[in-house]
C-alpha cells in the first residue's frame, strides 16, 4: 500500500522495516511537500484501505484509531543517508533478538 502512494504522490521510498507497533522509512520526496503532510496522507490513506479491507479491525482498536497521531522526522543530508538507511535495515535483526 505504501509503494502505491509512493507512486500517486511522487515520493521514493529508499527504506523500509515495519515493525510491530510503527513503521521506520526514509523517503525522498519533492520539497514542497511538508512533512507533516506526507504523513497525514500516509497514515489516513492506510488507515482506509486496512478499515475497508478488515472492517473487524475498527472495534478491536481503542477509539477506532489506527495510528497514533505522533511521529518522528528528521532530514537528511548525502552523507546521513547511509548511516538511516543501515539504522532502518537493521531494525528488524534487533527485534528478532528480543
Known amino acids: ?17 515495519v515493525m510491530p507497533d510503527h513503521i ?10 511538508f512533512i507533516s503532510g506526507m504523513i497525514k496522507i500516509m497514515k489516513g490513506n492506510l488507515a482506509r484501505q486496512l478499515f475497508l479491507s478488515h472492517p473487524e479491525l475498527k472495534q478491536e482498536l481503542w477509539g477506532g484509531h ?6 518522528c522526522a528528521v532530514t537528511v543530508s548525502d552523507r546521513s543517508r547511509d548511516q538511516v538507511m543501515a539504522y532502518i535495515e537493521g531494525q528488524k535483526e534487533k527485534e528478532k533478538r528480543k
Request: charged share 25%; glycine share 0%; with cysteine.
Open 24 to 33: 521506520h522509512l526514509l523517503l525522498d520526496c519533492k520539497p514542497q511537500f
Open 66 to 71: 489506527l495510528w497514533n497521531p505522533s511521529y
Open 1 to 17: 500500500m505504501l509503494y502505491e502512494l509512493a507512486e500517486e504522490y511522487k515520493f521514493r521510498i529508499l527504506a523500509m522495516e
